[in-house]
């Protein structure tokens, strides 16, 4: 059950990057496939994942793959610690309270082996960033290999906290040249690549290009991705979708040639016979999808209603503008609505500079709470797509950016972080790098 134990590790890793893996949704930026790009308006051709499985039933048709789809939207509303009850947070706010007080009174050097590595975890869960990093680090030089993995982990995120980025990038480029390449360490590699994705820091694209021989051995193998000590994963599916970063990267870094050397070696590595389940199906052919898209026109599509006013105008243009972005999202998707006031302010803001934002929200078949849902959005700047037009972009995880030039030619398509349209967040620094001037931060507005 991937999306479950991602679940956990990304609402960990937003409080602490302290529980095995990394935490990898965090402002991940989808990538691609070797097949060509599928119809949006076609299903995935899933495979059949056992050889006892009946020859005419897909692997979409099966429970364990229809229980995946139907704990979705769950699981995506769960990563944000937004959406959390009230008494949720008070038992995560005190969990946290009791790890640091019990971790200020704890001194690295009264432990060894297990005990110091449980130590720097409970700092991490803390957020006690100096101490969790001194046991990690202590933990390292013992040469124990049970949490070697996890301790390089813990150190990169408490750097990552303490903004010490240099010894962040230099810890993570450590761990990938010494220590076997497993599911921890490719969790705490994609940890810091989005991490230098979402800041605008060009060290992204050169971290992927020097895990690329690494995780292309891995995907070439056709099986899941797993940690030599401990229970993490990483499936087929994500596998791929990671090793594709650099490929995506590249392209926003206008680096075509060099994104097309990443793809083909990806499109090789995957084995042609490999058996897949539907889901790392589904995410391979939606990556390939969206990877695809980029240096295409977005062509128009319909929009069926603004959700200002019963009269509000339900039209919008493609290639208006110096830059446009779009934010696609379900109407069950909490966090995402939270975004829309974000994303009005940062039209207006960015009114001169003719950058443009929009929330396209659509309503999936078969959701039952589709009229409170849209009660909830009356009113906003939100414009209601159809769910055919959202499956045209690969839409799964959301809330999914999609940015487009002054010629309506998709440059960036990604998940975007819930603070991606703040004042000189990173959907001014996608546009910075897209349109190569400078970005008149919304703070500078009145």
Not at 76 to 84: E, K, M
Not at 187 to 206: H, I, Q
Not at 298 to 304: H, K, N, S
Request: glycine share 6%; aromatic share 8%; charged share 20%.
């Amino acid at each position: 059950m991937r999306r479950r134990k991602l679940l956990r590790y990304a609402v960990l890793g937003t409080v602490a990057l302290a529980c095995g893996a990394a935490a990898c949704r965090a402002n991940a930026q989808v990538v691609p496939d070797p097949s060509p790009a599928p119809s949006a308006t076609e299903p995935p051709n899933p495979q059949s994942h056992s050889p006892s499985a009946d020859p005419t039933r897909s692997d979409a048709q099966l429970p364990g793959a229809i229980y995946e789809q139907a704990m979705h939207p769950l699981d995506i509303v769960r990563q944000s610690l937004d959406n959390w009850s009230d008494s949720e947070l008070a038992a995560l706010h005190l969990g946290m309270k009791m790890a640091h007080d019990a971790c200020d009174k704890m001194d690295p050097d009264d432990y060894t082996k297990d005990d110091l590595y449980d130590l720097a975890h409970l700092c991490a869960f803390g957020q006690d960033w100096n101490p969790a990093n001194t046991a990690a680090q202590r933990y390292l030089r013992s040469k124990a290999p049970e949490h070697r993995a996890q301790a390089y982990a813990i150190s990169i995120g408490a750097f990552v906290r303490m903004d010490a980025i240099d010894l962040a990038l230099a810890t993570t480029r450590e761990m990938l040249e010494y220590q076997p390449y497993d599911a921890e360490v490719a969790y705490a590699v994609r940890y810091m690549k989005d991490f230098l994705e979402s800041a605008g820091d060009p060290e992204a694209l050169n971290l992927a290009s020097e895990e690329h021989s690494r995780i292309i051995d891995a995907l070439s193998k056709g099986t899941p991705l797993k940690a030599i000590h401990g229970d993490a994963v990483v499936s087929t599916g994500l596998l791929y979708e990671t090793a594709m970063k650099a490929a995506f990267f590249a392209r926003y870094a206008g680096e075509d040639a060099q994104a097309a050397t990443y793809l083909g070696d990806v499109e090789r590595a995957l084995p042609q016979n490999t058996t897949l389940t539907a889901e790392d199906r589904q995410e391979i052919d939606n990556v390939s999808l969206q990877y695809h898209l980029l240096g295409t026109k977005l062509d128009p599509f319909p929009v069926a209603r603004s959700y200002k006013s019963a009269t509000a105008r339900a039209k919008l243009e493609t290639d208006s503008g110096a830059a446009s972005a779009f934010v696609v999202f379900p109407d069950w998707c909490v966090q995402c609505k939270k975004m829309i006031p974000a994303i009005a302010q940062f039209g207006i803001a960015n009114a001169a500079n003719q950058y443009y934002a929009y929330a396209l929200v659509f309503h999936q078949a078969g959701e039952t709470s589709a009229a409170d849902s849209q009660r909830e959005l009356l009113g906003t700047d939100a414009l209601e797509i159809s769910e055919e037009t959202a499956r045209t972009f690969g839409a799964t995880d959301y809330p999914l950016g999609i940015v487009v030039d002054h010629a309506g030619i998709i440059r960036f398509i990604g998940i975007l972080p819930n603070d991606a349209f703040n004042a000189g967040g990173y959907m001014e620094r996608v546009i910075k790098r897209m349109v190569g001037s400078q970005v008149r931060s919304a703070h500078s507005l009145p």
